[in-house]
């Protein structure tokens, strides 16, 4: 049985990720039964594969074991502290959690300074463009300017866009981001369809494989149809009785 | 080890072994708690001090050691001391960096109560799906025990039952991690191209100029920054003028000038934006549940 | 004129099907042609991992999961090859729970499908731990980490993730701090490239190559024009043009299959915003308005 599940645990891995994707999938033909479980599911491996993660990785051994191999008793007041979040399920002290909050918090706001400076400050020096070189670069850098003015105007809330400079100048601003705003739309329907295109990768390329490969040999030829039939009868019961509930 | 600043070092025992160690964590975990206990009995008029000074010392951190000089400035009296002072908080960030990282693994368990509480009663008042809240808990404690166990040889099995128990765990921790955890992540993700095929079709409806230039742009880079792109304009000559005109040279022109330029338009606007929400944090200035509710 | 109309009310099921079915189909002949199109701040990305001197290593920072795997992965996987054929050092360390798994597992790939070709060839083997390492899942404060690795690398990291000191390992023996970084990479889906500028790459001078998820890309072109980006690979597009420079060019890959599935995805999302355009443009002229109002 160990040398089974040590020779195979691929096979069943890449047939539960198959099983994963279409019980999940099953909600683009309507909210049923199936894509709740396996949603459960997902929540629940997820979960638990974070706290083995966090305790692995972290806690294990940069708290637990300087702590109790290296001698470094005072690691345990990190406990103290992080014990110091779990103050928000009490009622009458969930202030406490607000005090290592307020440290992280603290900590994110105290480095806006730095950002500012290591993030923007180049951004402003290299919006200096010189009009040099080829035609094509000097009307790009002409681009760029009225780009950048106009939508910095748009941006510009400091006083109402009364006088006809300023007003046209942010319309044309408005204008411009659309540019900006298509060229993040193209690039997101991209990405989406990319992870889509994964999820089909996954199917074709390694699930079907594995289907062909288990094919061979006659056990397979059995157990499909069966579990194919119970699958798809539990499926119709689950799918005809949430059609009679939503008539 | 040197896992705190240089100046808390000396105020410190260093490191203890043996059985006074288990006398030292005791010690410390009291001190600790009677910590807490303390927090816990203070009047609530001046709790809201408490919270503040705390944000305004975490933010302190970061403003001092970026903003205070490394080196000391001639003829300034005193400002080798502010340069000793300022290189030290750098040699602290380590420091800060393990305490913080360790403090916040700390969470790990925060929003897994939430879950507990919700499930633990559906299972409990057997309401309806709560054989989904079933295999939450079944799920959840099996890839955490089989995790925990496949690192950590039970060697009171004797070495044979050891081995063997590693292995089961480590085929488990496979099959649920790289089919279950992987598949629905990734699956979970992917619902969002269905949606925007359904969009595409229903909702991108072009009903301004404005809207037109959006979607036109979209268009080209859609098409430019694919392989059919290059394809759709390969017959146009690859150097010279009507090169520019090829379909991937304009989505490129189109991302590295207008676009940029705009996006940088709104970088600048969003930096001024995220200063402005920071100093307002740090100081506690900041409106909203969680900073105006009664504490 | 009335079917444009009525072809608004069409079951979104069957949109999703013909996708399914356009997606499948490069996927299934998987064709090995890669683009040749390389877009300049890919080909600055070979430069850059190019320039890094022998006896720095380059630290890949994963924050994507398993969510943008299939975008995320083949980049990262195109620079191990780089890196691999560079005899460069690299060390991967993550902010995300399951990317540290997938990381690592995708190390282990590569690593084996080089050692392959490198066994035929008769050169030395790859190894972890000695060609690079993993150092596991990161958390906390990321200006606190961020700034504290470049300060002291050993202190923070301490271990690699399966528990061995990183004293003992000899892709991490020597690395002591920032001056042993010869260039980070942020692979993610998150966005931390302002982390990166802000606590190590710019103050240190250290390049940052930013591999976004397409979402996250348009957003990093005035990083690029300052200078405080080096190089960027946009999505699964960018990975593809990346293998074309690594050699890959005539290999049947899940990235060059990836480019061809999109191609078809493309011209199918740009029919079909024109097509609901005209039923909805037919619509408004004639009045009626049964058509084009139902999402789902």
Known sequence: ?????????????????????????????????????????????????????????????????????????????????????????????????????????????????????????????????????????????????VVLLAAMSYFFFSFEHKHPAVKNTAAAGRWFLMIGFGAMFGATVMGRMTLFIGRLNFLINRWIPEVRAEAQSSLFWIIMPAVVLIVSTIGYFVFRKSQKLEA | MGYLPDFPMALLPVSVHGKMLAVYIFGALMAGAAGLVALMAVPPRYRKIVVVGVTFFGGLYFSLEFLLPHQPVAHIPGSAGVARFANSLTRAKPNIADWAMVIASFTLLLGTFNLFAIHSRAVKKKTEGWYNSLAFFITFF???????????????????????????????????????????????????????????????????????????????????????????TNWLPSTGLLASLRLENITYWLLTWPNMAAQRAIEFGLAIGAVAMSLRIWLSLERGSFFDRQL | MRFLIRLQNIDRRILYVLVAIVLSVPLIIRPAKHPETVFPEVRKTYDTIDAVKPDNIVLLSVSWGAGTQAENDPQMQALMRHMFANNTKFVVMSWSLVGSELSYQSGMHVQADVNKQRSREGKPLLEYGKDWAHVGYKTGSISAIVSGLGENFQQVMKQDRNGTPLTELAATRNIK???????????????????????????????????????????????????????MLNGVMGAVQYETLVGQADVATDASASSWALSAAHIYIILLIVLGNLGYLVARKTGDRSGGSKLG
Not at chain 2, 182 to 196: E, G, K, P, V, W
């Open chain 1, 1 to 145: 049985m160990v040398n089974w599940l040590a020779a195979n645990y691929g096979s069943i891995a890449i047939w539960a990720g198959a099983l994963c994707t279409f019980g999940i999938y099953t909600i683009l033909y309507k909210e049923n039964k199936f894509y709740r479980f396996f949603e459960h599911i997902f929540i629940g491996v997820y979960g638990g594969y974070g706290v083995y993660i966090t305790w692995h990785n972290i806690i294990l051994p940069k708290w637990w074991r300087p702590m109790t191999s290296e001698g470094l008793w005072w690691w345990i007041f990190a406990a103290v502290l992080g014990s110091m979040f779990y103050f928000m399920y009490s009622k009458k002290h969930a202030w406490i959690s607000r005090v290592i909050f307020g440290l992280f918090m603290g900590f994110a706001a105290g480095g806006i300074f730095r950002e500012f400076y290591e993030g923007y400050f180049p951004q402003i020096g290299s919006s200096m463009k010189p009009f040099s070189g080829s035609y094509s670069n000097i009307l790009s850098v002409a681009v760029f300017y």
């Open chain 2, 142 to 232: 099996l890839i955490l025990i089989v995790g925990i166990l496949k690192d950590s040889p039970v060697s009171k099995l004797g070495p044979g039952a050891a081995k063997g128990l590693q292995s089961v765990c480590t085929s488990l921790y496979g099959i649920l991690f790289d089919g279950f955890v992987q598949n629905l992540d990734a699956t979970m993700f992917s619902l969002i191209a269905f949606y925007i095929v359904s969009a595409a079709y229903r909702a991108f409806r072009v009903r301004s100029a404005e809207a037109g230039l959006m979607m036109g742009t979209a268009g080209i880079i859609m098409l430019g920054l694919v392989p059919v792109g290059a394809w759709l």
């Open chain 3, 177 to 231: 701090n920032y001056r042993d970084i010869g260039a980070v990479v942020d692979l993610t889906s998150v966005g931390l490239m302002g982390y990166w500028i802000a606590y190590l790459t710019t103050p240190k001078h250290i390049p940052l190559i930013y591999c976004p998820t397409a979402v996250m890309s348009a957003t990093a072109y005035p990083y690029l024009d300052s200078g405080q980006l080096s190089g």
